[in-house]
């Protein structure tokens, strides 16, 4: 038996075209092994009881984490788990042909979550070798047809010799109130959803997501691609003011 492993992802933004709508649309994961998934759990315990969120509610970034000291304490309690592995994946819809996966919203949650999928297994191949076990757990979509999306992930992932499916163990979609683990997931999307996604003046804060930032996989080397994936190319990411790679492998050179 190899090393097991539990990947756990939660969306941010939605897949809307309509005036209204959210810029980019993203999903964040979250992978542990048994140690680090019980040092997160208190983790986002000790957050919960900060933040003052009641036994049977949901924990989540819009509801209880709505200010920068929030936000700031949710960083700094979650930074400090050991262990804990991110993959980050968004599309800047602005940056789509109106003929892609934009204009259908299954095909734009299908690709994004091939995107962090392939993520999620190969960052597992990664932290336990070829013998490791990964259980996938993605956040239940309301009126979102799970099986068939999970039938895409495996017919895509079995035509990619690349990406170690063997390792995955029970690929499925939860509630967000199954594990503690998943409320965690929502918060880090809600630290990439802070770096990209402008206020009404146009303004950005990155300080939650950089302070993270080490939990990003080849975060000692360069994020991008296997610890942060941008869609439809790298430069939506690595050309923010922000971006804390100055010798980023993905610039063009000048």
């Known amino acids: ?126 932290l336990g070798g070829n013998s490791a076990e990964v259980w996938t757990r993605f956040g239940h979509v309301k009126h979102h047809d799970h099986e068939g999306t999970k039938e ?18 029970g690929l499925r979609w939860v509630s967000a109130d199954q594990y503690l683990e998943s409320q965690a997931a929502d918060l880090y999307g809600g630290f990439m959803r802070a770096a990209l996604w402008p206020t009404e003046w146009n303004l950005v804060e990155p300080a939650y997501l950089l302070a993270v930032w080490h939990q990003l996989r080849n975060s000692h080397d360069c994020a991008i691609p296997l610890g942060f994936m941008s869609m439809p190319d790298y430069s939506n990411l690595y050309s923010r003011d922000w971006f804390p790679c100055a010798t980023c492998k993905r610039k063009p050179a000048r």
Not at 72 to 81: C, E, I, K, N, P
Request: charged share 30%; net charge positive; glycine share 6%.
């Open 1 to 126: 038996m190899g090393k097991r492993l539990y990947a756990y992802i939660d969306e941010t933004g939605d897949r809307g075209t309509n005036v209204g709508s959210s810029p980019i649309f993203g999903m964040a994961a979250v992978i542990v092994d048994d140690a680090s998934a019980r040092t997160l759990r208190e983790a986002v315990k000790q957050l919960r009881s900060d933040f003052g969120v009641p036994d049977g509610k949901v924990m989540s970034w819009k509801e209880h984490v709505k200010n920068h000291d929030r936000r700031r304490r949710a960083a700094a309690v979650l930074g400090s788990v050991a262990g804990l592995t991110v993959c980050l994946a968004y599309a800047d819809k602005s940056a789509l042909s109106p003929s892609s996966y934009r204009s259908d919203k299954v095909r734009f949650y299908n690709y994004v979550a091939w995107m962090t999928y392939k993520s999620i297994l190969w960052s597992a191949r990664s």
């Open 152 to 169: 895409y992930l495996e017919r895509e992932a079995e035509r990619d010799d690349r990406v170690p499916h063997q390792m995955e163990q």
